[in-house]
Nanobody
Framework: QVHLVESGGGLVQAGGSLRLSCAAS????????MGWFRQAPGKEREFVAA????????YHDDSVKGRFTVSRDNAKNTVYLQMNSLKPDDTAVYYC??????????????????WGQGTQVTVSS
């Protein structure tokens, strides 16, 4: 059973930064791509970024490109989301997810098998 635990959320002013972490357990972390999603109040969950396990390729949604960076540390079984230049529109619950394969770094949620419980990020104006 895979267990994903997010941390690092909180309240920050617009223009500030946060780093989210997601610790994974339950199967070989280095064999699976990892993704980040978010869900704002009243909206559907949306893709943010993902990183492969095989070669570290990343894919960021256009809405966060240049501001957010996904990374991973396979030795620590952890994936990160560095968020800079935060905007009020970034306010959401952020979820990490483990993909079905090493190289699935795409947006459709069907490619992700396991999900964390989420961490709240609130950006004040």
């Amino acid at each position: 059973q895979v267990h994903l635990v997010e941390s690092g959320g909180g309240l920050v002013q617009a223009g500030g930064s946060l780093r989210l972490s997601c610790a994974a357990s339950g199967r070989t972390f280095s064999s699976y791509a990892m993704g980040w999603f978010r869900q704002a109040p009243g909206k559907e969950r949306e893709f943010v970024a993902a990183i492969s396990s095989s070669d570290g390729r990343t894919y960021h949604d256009d809405s966060v490109k240049g501001r957010f960076t996904v990374s991973r540390d396979n030795a620590k079984n952890t994936v990160y989301l560095q968020m800079n230049s935060l905007k009020p529109d970034d306010t959401a619950v952020y979820y990490c997810a483990q993909a079905i394969s090493a190289d699935y770094i795409y947006a459709p949620e069907g490619g992700y098998e396991y999900w964390g419980q989420g961490t709240q990020v609130t950006v004040s104006s």
